[in-house]
């Protein structure tokens, strides 16, 4: 046997006064933790494994389980923190890059955390969003410099092309091959029932989401996997991905072993094979290349979808944003570096990118300064975790806020951030059939539109604490935001004042 | 007549349709009791077949014309002529289990009694679908109340 | 303390105007009399008038009114004004010393055009060279301050009760075939001249009861296109809104309110398709000009008047016709006061703009 020389992370504490020996957890376990012993008379555990996504917890009919965090000291050092060891102990056995699923877990700063909302008192009145029409409702896609009216007012010439939603928010993308495809149908029911989009991520789409076209947004990134002109069409929007959040500046990998039968006919490439999405699209080294592409994807659909670009949020996010509205995009999305992914490299996922809520007050104050904000769709990205989030996103700036990894949490997902493994006990992050068939998107599509009605809710009720009725007044609107504890500097980016000025 | 039809697409094999269909033939209804304390120890009126790749809940079909209640000696098995369940009348079963020998699907199991899936007549619903995390389980009237 | 423009205060109001649509002479003392019914919805710390129709002998020149805090304000503001201006008259206001109005600044008005090297040499028309000019002083001229820029209209305001200002100012000496009135309750403020209502920009000239909630995505939506929030008001963003949709994009005056004030969506998607289509692209397209929240607006300009009222119908705004005339007030019996038997009065509703127009005036688009 060789030596492990990481302790384990999780001990799996059993209630044996409560617990029944039904073998649910040893059944639902992918990692192998649970098993019978003594000829299937008791259920024991093996830790080593567990990776705390809480299936058995959750499942066990008699509360028997829990999770608990593994104990075992180091030596203190406040500089080779465990986790540094443990790292390093892993390379040394695999001579690999550390992967890791959804978005960085290291305590950066979380503005969101640090800015506080108004609301109305005395001067003006606050509104009752059971008694007033509250307007949720959001319009992406490239908008003229001014209406164009006739001398009675009649509206003249061709509007661009406009998705209408009835939320602020949609769904980030996560392909088919990243996700299973009964996650990605969830989304897609719920899309199509709350009136908002979901992303295919660069997985293609499935033909079992032909239903749902209309709520699609379609990648078109640097592995073109699945890119033809159905695909384009059956669309609402089409999206270039540059960037994304947990790893900018790099492309994607999915394993062979993720690319069954089912993801190799989307992705249109050789079932087995790795799909490797290259780092930089190769027909996109500079500004004007991006123009080429979208003006290519315009006449591909006869200029009847809008077409969005996506990047990371890096240091020079408002100049990128600034020329990517001026290339023609009419949506921009911006994913700050707290943004969730399948798997990247940890270093990356962990260090590379900036926030969200700086990128995105750089970016809409940089679209303001050239006079073109009101021109173009600003998407935020980046991890939304509750309707507050986006309420200040918006106030920021933002037109919509992509949000994933709430949608997940609300279909099981734990944060187990094992995405990368392809064995998500949660039916999510699998393609394993066995797997995927826990998802069963009748259910979760409910809990994800009963989620985002929730915060439909709130997100009305707080905007009627500030006397606001349309989401259109909320939107840029900074005064509405107040920071606390945060650095002048930190305030002059966010173009926002500190609480009690 | 409603009936419990198993979806083996969406079946987790987490059994916990056995779980909570034991502990609602129970004494005490509560699980960790029904598994543990009580004599004679309960038992679930179905079964998961298979494994995590293939699995479906095997039930009672509640047959229109029962083999199990022409075989039975006693007229202990019934079937309600409202409801269409078919159940044991536990007090007139002297376990000699013809039932289980015509029983075309094997949803009848051997106790003290014949053991068989009663649709949980008493409470209405049956604990099975109830319980089941993924809806494998549906209760529902195929074709119509009628049928 | 800081002042107006150094920090946004919150504010509200009495509002009253009276138009003579076929441009008939209206006394100052009417529209006193009805804005000094209103007495208790101000505090003492702003009120105001803007008059049309007041300077016939000077009608194709800009009328400049300005406060001057000092005789170094006054001389460098000449400076620039002499320079890009061809000016005819200097005067100082006429003015009546009352009790009630105390530490006034120095106040003057200016007739002329503009300097024509100049403005084209700036590339600029004649409206966007004005406004240009004004944003400038009232930006970097430390104090001196121009609160009015129009042509045969002025503004005049003070910090003090409105029936107070209009004394001051000797109204009751003008006449006009449009008025405007505003008397102000700030919750917050020293009381500076400058930040008294009407807010005036060329030809417009806004009076506006209430607090907007969108006021910074407003705010931040006029910036785009050159204007400067220097006073961080609802009528100083209110005025540019109009200004831009209407001089910049020219939009009649009833699409321009239709942005300001649009339809709720529910009511839209019961539209007729034409309707809706022209309501929702108005709505796409200026999402930031929507003015949210309680406030009842009055825009007085050469083309006539236009009342609006907030989609929730939050704050109060009464109007009523008799003849050639049309009268707004906050309140009812601040109407009535000045015309006793009106043949019309009905409450201004936020889905229905009044625009009054005035007959005398060319025709929009010419």
Redesign the interface.
Known sequence: MSVNYIPRRFDIVRDNERCVQCGCCVRQCSNECHYFAEGGKIVLADASACVACHRCVDLCPTSALSIQKHVCDYRENANWAPQYQQEICRQAQTGGVLLSGMGTPKPYPIYWDKMLLNASQVTNPSIDPLREPMEIRTILGRKPRQLEVDAAGNPLGEMPPQIILETPIIFSAMSFGSISLNAQKSLAMAAKNLGTLFNTGEGGLHPDLSDYTDYAVVQVASGRFGVHKDYLENARMIEIKIGQGAKPGIGGHLPGEKVNVEVSNARMIPEGSDAISPAPHHDIYSIEDLRQLIWSLKQATQGKKPVSVKIAAVHNVAAIVSGCARAGADIIAIDGFRGGTGAAPTRIRDNVGIPIELALAAADARLRDEGIRSEVSLLAAGSFRCSADIVKAIALGADACYCASAPLIAMGCHMCQTCHTGKCNWGIATQRPELTKRLNPDIMHERVENLIHAWNHEIKEMMGGMGINSIDSLRGNRLMLRGIGLSEKELQILGIKHAGE | MKRVYAKEELCLNCRLCEVYCKTAHSHSKDIVTAYKKEEPAPSARLRVSGDNHLSVAINCRHCENPKCVEACITGAMTKDKATGIVYVNESKCIGCMSCLAVCPFGCIQTGSFAVKCDLCRETGEPACVKNCPNRALVYTALGGEQE | MLREGEV?I???CAIAAIIDKKGGMINGAEIIKSIALMHDRSNGLGGGFAAYGIYPEHKDEYAFHIFYDTAAAKEACEEFLFKHFNIDVAERIPTRKIAAISKSPDIWRYFGKPNRVRMKNARLDEGEYVMQCVTKVNASYEGAYIFSSGKNMGCFKAVGYPEDVGEFYMLDTYNAYLWTAHGRFP?NTPGWWGGAHPFSLLDWSIVHN?????????R??I????YKCTMQTDTEVITYLFDHLMR??G??T??AAD?LTAP???EIDRMEP?KR??F?????????A?????FSVILGSNKGLLAIND??K?RSLTAATKGNRAYFASEESAIRIICPEPEKVWSVSGADPVFVPLEIAQE??E
Request: no cysteine; charged share 25%; proline share 6%.
């Open positions: 946004r919150p504010s509200g919750t209430g607090e907007i909630s969108s006021y910074d995505a407003n931040r939506y910036e785009q296109f050159g910049h994009h939009l009649p009833k699409v942005v709720e969506w529910t034409e289509e022209y929702t692209r108005l709505r796409a397209i200026y999402s930031g929507l003015v949210n929240g309680p989609r929730l939050l929009e688009g």
